[in-house]
């Protein structure tokens, strides 16, 4: 995105909000730890009247990094939806295994 940024200090949060030919974006960030509290992306051509809004909430601190486990998300226009969704398991920095075999009927094959 190579619009401006303009930003907008209050008093328990910082909001930051660019616009370009098709979307306007709003972030609000909390002012106290950084953490994202919500991000809004509105239409701005004025073809659909499509909005989105997403909040953050429930943040955890894992392995250095602060993680919004419960996530609200809400959608208006021709189709309006809203969404909840819930991490319960989620780790960073880690290393990942997946226990998987090739079953006797396939065979590996490089090209």
């Known amino acids: 995105m190579n619009t401006p940024l303009n930003y907008e200090f209050r008093q328990d949060s910082i909001k930051i909000t660019a616009a370009d030919a098709l979307i306007k974006y709003i972030f609000s960030f909390t002012r106290n730890d950084f953490n994202l509290g919500q991000a809004?992306?509105?239409s701005t051509h004025g073809y659909s009247d499509v909005d989105?809004?997403?909040f953050y909430n429930d943040y955890h601190l894992v392995n250095a990094i602060n993680f919004s486990a419960q996530r609200d998300i809400a959608v208006t226009g021709r189709s309006p939806m809203n969404l909840e969704l819930s991490f319960k398991e989620?780790?960073?920095n880690q290393p990942q295994t997946f226990l998987f075999t090739i079953p006797?009927?396939?065979s590996i094959r490089y090209d």
């Open 40 to 42: 809004r992306l509105a």
């Open 52 to 54: 989105a809004n997403i």
């Open 90 to 92: 989620y780790n960073f």
């Open 104 to 106: 006797k009927n396939y």
